[in-house]
């Protein structure tokens, strides 16, 4: 047998990797915390670890999400991650099935025909070396497509891709590289000895023909394997190392391991999992107005850096449409959260002037009304709610009617967690002081916060379309069916917030004519007003909203429901359509089904001088 | 003495010889929209934190132009963040980040000023 010196390169880059690899997820795991290490030897041989095996098969390697994305897209990965895969396992079974024995060192695999010269002559070494070379040809059709990514995205339904730095690009030269290196260097050696297959025996003689191949024989297996340890060694600073670290995450995922409050382990191995496959930005809508550095795969990145600014942290909605979309399912909200928690840690105001605030006193009634903040700037969903009230013989104890605390939430989104905690501690003696067992919020900012954060044992949460519904299903509200088509726009708190896509739906089919459209539910726009970006000026907000409305305007609709003062109010300042609540519209179908006059959108005007 | 119910007002002369100008320049570079403040109190008849305490949103442009920065760490700690100030604001002001800034350029001039 040849010894070569060649295999070097590739050996010492796959020492590394290994060892690298071995040491950095030590430490990640080692410095979760204690809940989340037992939550790991609890889970480990249960049927969780099975349920990531087959997550790693079907989303690593076979990449389903991207092909439900694009399936053009889909193949490319598929044709890389499974191909690739593929290879080295059929190419150590080979290797196993020639040299007889279990013990195969990694590179006599690798480079097996350079150092198995003369051609199978079994069965199963030849359907072997045939599968390995179609498996080639499959990588390389992968290949041939990431090329002509580069000059044509638009093929992979991409509209944006990210911007690389050196590592990347480093590693990515090198991945381009190792495939048709592979094919070349086995083609020329199957030239020279006759061992080829299928299709680098064909390849072989025909450049034995054309070329010196004796020559350039040793030169190529030298590219391949340099090429092979260029990449293992550029895989740590490089966007690739996703690849060994997303299996870890799985795994940790299927075990119940979520991202904390605080910067972790699991934070980090979230943050190099991401692949920047950059398909979170096509789906972002701070690129209608041209804000094209602050989306998550650029927030991912900089983390990783060590150099995020708070310029492109806090420059977010957190609507959280590109959290559907993500191929690796990040928490990208969340990260980005422990970023916004980490930076503002150290101005938590204390809100001490709320221990001489109101005191808790027990209320006789059947709900609790909270309207919030940004509800009360919208007075005719207030009005709108009394009167339903009023109309169901509802009694109910109107929370903040005045001089009330903020609920928390805003300051929340910009990372004050801490500041939150005491104005959540004062609604919440209120609340559970009152004694009574159901809270209606008018808000989703403020829905979000007392669903989630707000520890209220034996008491049920309801948006104001939740109950809304609950009071028509107890015929305790009529019903009138204005002839009216609306569509409605999807709330970020309340949609993919909450998960409540469907009440507000049931609610407006029986008020109005409701019309579906195609960016809705999960993939719904956001209004462009969100509180969770400190960042982004009014005019851009603007632009947002502009946006999504001239996509609502294509339906010709005669009114625009929400049900979020926030939204409402951004929608509003526009003029293009008219825009109410969906309490608004139950209101005044109840109304018109009274007094039997027709209704009619008002304008803003009118609107002001009825209130 | 008899007391009439006044009192002598404490000395709140301002030494622009020792204005520190840094935090001002620091949120107005920042966050320029702050420079076209017009004072007309739309923020503070709106906001919630006034509701409860004696909070004023528009003195803050003041106690940030005349260098009382002592003061201005202890009045925007009352600050709740709900956002409606930046909703009424005629000239579109990002508010809430005008406060951030606020509060994370004091914390990093805090050794300095006190």
């Known amino acids: 047998m040849k010894i070569t010196p060649f295999i070097w390169p590739f050996t010492i880059g796959l020492l590394f990797i290994s060892c690298f690899l071995l040491i950095i997820i030590g430490i990640w795991i080692s410095s979760l915390s204690r809940i989340d290490k ?24 076979l990449h389903r999400k991207i092909f439900r994305k694009n399936p053009v897209l889909g193949y490319m990965h598929m044709s890389l991650a499974f191909g690739w895969f593929l290879l080295i396992l059929v190419g150590h079974i080979e290797a196993c099935n020639h040299y007889q024995t279990f013990s195969v060192p990694a590179y006599k695999a690798i480079f097996m025909r350079y150092f198995v010269t003369e051609p199978s002559t079994t069965l199963s070494g030849k359907i072997l070396s045939a599968s390995m070379d179609l498996l080639l040809l499959f990588v390389l059709s992968g290949v041939v497509l990431a090329y002509y990514k580069r000059a044509n995205r638009r093929l992979f339904g991409m509209k944006k891709t990210t911007q690389l730095k050196t590592g990347d690009r480093i590693a990515l030269t090198a991945l381009w590289l190792i495939f048709p290196l592979r094919f070349m260097a086995e083609s020329v050696s199957a030239g020279i000895h006759h061992n080829g297959s299928l299709i680098s ?27 092979l340890g260029l990449f293992f060694m550029a895989l740590p600073v490089s966007r690739y190392m996703h690849i060994p670290v997303e299996v870890v995450l799985i795994f940790l995922r299927n075990y119940g391991i979520k991202v904390q409050k605080r910067i972790g382990g699991y934070s980090r191995i979230q943050v190099y999992s991401c692949s920047r496959c950059g398909i979170c930005l096509d789906s972002c809508q701070m690129t209608h107005a041209a804000i094209k550095d602050t989306q998550s795969v650029y927030v991912l990145k900089h983390i990783r850096n060590k150099n995020l600014t708070d310029e492109k942290l806090f420059n977010c909605l957190l609507c959280g449409r590109c ?56 007075p005719a969903i207030i009005k709108s709610m009394r009167e339903i009230f009023a109309m169901a013989s509802v009694k109910y104890w109107f929370m903040d009617e005045d001089k009330t605390a903020c609920c928390g939430r805003p300051l929340m989104q910009v990372g004050q967690y801490e500041a939150a905690q005491k104005l959540i501690e004062h609604n919440r003696q209120q609340i559970l002081g009152s004694g009574v067992k159901k809270l209606v ?60 896509y469907h009440q507000p739906r049931l609610l407006l089919d029986e008020y109005a004519e409701l019309i579906p459209i195609k960016n809705e539910r999960e993939t719904a726009y956001c209004c462009g007003g969100s509180l969770a970006n400190i960042k982004i000026q009014m005019n851009e907000r603007n632009q947002i909203r502009d946006t999504a409305l001239d996509e609502y305007l294509a339906y010709q609709p005669d009114m625009l429901a929400t049900a979020c003062p926030l939204c409402k109010k951004t929608f509003a300042k526009s003029n293009k359509l008219p825009i109410h609540d969906i309490a608004e519209i139950v209101y005044m179908a109840i109304l018109q089904k009274d007094t039997s006059q027709p209704f009619k959108s008002k304008t803003k005007k009118e609107e002001k001088i009825k209130l | 003495m008899k007391n009439f119910g006044y009192t002598i007002i404490k000395q709140r002369t301002i030494d622009y010889d020792q204005f520190d100008g840094r935090l001002l320049n620091e949120v107005l570079e920042m966050e320029p929209s702050f420079k076209v403040c017009l004072s007309c109190g739309g923020c503070t008849a709106t906001c919630s934190a006034g509701e409860l305490v004696s909070f004023n949103v528009r003195r803050m442009n ?27 604001c005629p000239r579109g002001i990002n508010l809430r980040n005008v406060i951030m800034l606020i509060k994370k350029s004091i914390a990093k001039y805090k050794p300095v000023n006190s």
């Open chain 1, 441 to 500: 919020v008018s808000c989703p900012i403020c829905y979000k916060v007392f669903n989630e954060d707000y520890a209220l044992p034996g008491i049920m949460v309801m948006h104001h379309s939740e109950y809304l519904l609950e009071l028509m299903a107890d015929k305790r509200l009529p019903i009138n069916k204005l002839p009216l088509r609306v569509v409605y726009h999807d709330l970020c708190e309340l949609g993919r917030g909450s998960g409540i």
């Open chain 1, 38 to 61: 037992s939550r790991i030897i609890h889970s480990i041989f249960t049927i969780k670890s099975w349920l990531a095996i087959r997550e790693i098969f079907m989303e690593s390697l």
């Open chain 1, 201 to 227: 025996q064909p390849t072989g003689e025909l450049l034995a023909s054309v070329l010196p191949v004796q020559s350039i024989e040793m030169p190529l297996w030298w590219a391949y394997s340099g090429a």
């Open chain 2, 62 to 88: 003041l106690l940030l132009r005349r260098g009382e920065t002592l003061e201005l760490e202890s009045e925007i700690q009352k600050c709740m963040l709900c956002g409606k100030c930046m909703l009424v």
């Open chain 1, 323 to 378: 959290q559907p979309d993500c191929p690796v399912g990040l928490e990208l909200n969340n990260l980005r959260m422990t970023q916004r928690i980490e930076s503002t840690k150290e101005y938590n105001s204390s809100y001490e002037y709320l221990k001489n605030g109101k005191i808790a006193v027990s209320r006789q009634t059947e709900v609790i009304y909270f309207a919030g903040c940004m509800t009360h700037l919208t």
